[in-house]
């Protein structure tokens, strides 16, 4: 059977910013009609390649030459590429939340008639889009009202409304529930099945494996190799072996669990949703973590994990109704952030762009900004000891960057995460909770991250684990939580964890019994 014709080819792309290479003499070839996968540990070059194709880096930005469809391509911008049938999806979704799908589908493509915007053959055409993308819902509705998984529907609907030709996806997944995450895929091997190609960017490695028939590695910014997967025979493991450079015979460091006493315990808390009186988000939650111990906490999506964590972390959502909070066996009260703070309490969010840094902010200023106390004197901040705490951390955690007085906003998604977990290190938690720490970012950065994980219980502090990835827990926990809208269905130790048993408890109101 004879290959298809090759649609893309970006030959010798280099690309650099002030002090830094992001690509070097990159290459890449995609064929017409296939799933083309482009991975690499962050800060791989991935997302800068595809900015470069699509005209968010313009052409004069960079130096190799762009050949699609036969002719070589000079983007002045995403217009240019998108009236060419270049579509890219990045990984934050720019959509408006007021707008209704309809007018976000169309924003800045509108139909005219008359010199008017043709709101009766918009809502006709974007009805038609939706159920190309097997999104039901009314056209009218706000983009705000619905889940995430939908929003990226009506992301992919707006590219077919700009009648796309190659569509880039750009961790499509990352933020998306397992049955959201499936039905993408399955949307993407209908795509391939009416000859539309797709390029896509994901961490997920089980992923990349089961829908893409190529996938091209990328590392420091240079081109590895591109496999085949069916003639390669690719797995996962073949995968981390070009991403990395090496064989990571396992996906968590080696580790003897040294566990100690209780030292922090929530018992009977129940918390009420912020904007509904009649909806619990935590009903009578009790749970322990022992110095030196990793707990885990897995549920669905909306399960309330999230409000948990943060309404322990000083109260911050939803309106506490009852409950009680232990430490070393006296009762504390954690009415503000600050108390939690005071207490020993540490807490990263899921949404490091928008809740755990200021993007606005440079490196230094982030990782100390959760406990300025510490390097002030006087009510001001000793500039020498912030730059040298900062370049400790750099150091210690191994943060990619040429100077710590860069902006986050510079920084891959990985390196984000670990300033991340600097700052809170910074104040020195005795209990630090991490809300999907690894979410969208590479197998080497989730391996450091697990290395950092490990040497803070073995300093005798307790770290929960809140994941959407039950390998992840399975592998990283001592003890593992299950919860269902909003109350603990179980307890399973290490020993008995399995992803079966896991997704029981996740999907079952009944109380478990401890293990």
């Known amino acids: 059977m004879s290959q298809a014709p090759t649609l893309l ?5 280099t690309k650099t910013f002030p ?10 070839a995609v064929r017409e009609g296939e799933i083309h996968a482009i991975c690499g540990e962050n800060g791989a070059g991935k997302s800068t390649l595809m900015k470069v194709l699509s005209g968010v880096h313009p052409h004069g930005s960079y130096s190799g030459e762009i050949v699609y469809r036969g002719e070589q391509v000079r983007f002045s911008g995403i217009r240019a590429s998108e009236q060419a049938g270049i579509v890219i999806i990045h990984q934050e979704l720019a959509l408006v939340p007021g707008m209704s799908i309809t007018e976000n589908i169309f924003l800045g493509n509108e139909p005219r008639r008359r010199g008017s915007i043709d709101w009766k053959a918009a809502q006709h055409r974007a009805l038609e889009l939706m159920e190309q993308v097997g999104l039901q819902e009314d056209p009218d509705t706000l983009v705000k009202d619905i889940g995430v998984g939908k929003q990226q529907l009506v992301e992919i609907a707006k590219a077919f409304a700009k009648d796309v030709k190659l569509l880039i996806l750009d961790e499509p997944t990352a933020a998306l529930n397992e049955d959201d995450s499936q039905h993408l895929l ?15 960017i994901s961490h997920k490695l089980n992923e990349i494996e089961a829908i893409a028939d190529s996938i091209t590695i990328l590392r420091d910014g240079r081109t590895i190799e591109t496999l085949d997967v069916k003639a390669d025979g690719v797995n996962e493991d073949r995968i981390v072996r070009g991403m990395v450079g090496r064989e990571l015979s396992s996906r968590f460091p080696d580790r003897t669990p040294d566990i100690g006493e209780v030292f922090f315990e929530v018992r009977d808390w129940t918390v009420r949703h912020p904007s509904s009186d009649e909806r619990l988000v935590c009903k009578g939650s009790t749970f322990t973590v022992r110095r030196g111990e990793i707990v885990g906490f897995a549920g669905l999506m909306g399960a309330g994990r999230t409000e948990l964590a943060m309404s322990l972390f000083g109260r911050s959502y939803g309106s506490w109704l009852s409950g009680q909070v232990f430490k070393d066996g006296t009762e504390i009260q954690l009415k503000s952030v600050a108390d939690a703070i005071r207490h020993g309490l540490a807490y990263v969010s899921e949404d490091r762009k928008s809740i755990g840094l200021n993007l606005l902010d440079d490196i230094k200023t982030s990782m100390v900004a959760a406990k300025l106390s510490k390097i002030t004197r006087r009510g001001v901040v000793d500039p020498v ?22 902006g986050v906003v510079k920084l891959s998604g990985g390196n984000q995460q670990k300033v991340v977990l600097a700052k809170w290190m910074f104040t020195d938690p005795d209990l630090l909770i991490l809300d999907e720490p690894t979410r969208g970012i590479d197998v080497g ?17 307790g770290v929960v684990v809140i994941s959407s990835e039950l390998p992840e827990l399975i592998g990283l926990c001592d003890r593992i939580y299950t919860v269902f809208e909003g109350t603990i269905t179980g307890e ?21 019994p401890t293990p």
């Open 492 to 512: 399973v130790h290490r020993r008995d964890a399995d992803p079966e048993l896991l997704m029981k408890q996740m999907t079952a109101m009944k109380k478990s």
């Open 445 to 461: 950065a989730k391996y450091e991250i697990y290395g950092i994980i490990q040497r803070l219980v073995s300093q005798g502090k």
């Open 186 to 200: 399955d949307l993407l091997r209908g795509f391939r099945a009416r000859g539309i190609t797709s390029i896509i």
């Open 19 to 28: 002090g830094v290479k992001a690509l070097a003499d990159v290459n890449l």
């Open 9 to 13: 080819e970006m030959r010798s792309i």
């Open 385 to 406: 000891r912030e730059h040298r705490i900062a370049e400790d951390y750099r150091t210690s955690l191994r943060i990619k960057t040429p100077s710590v007085d860069e």
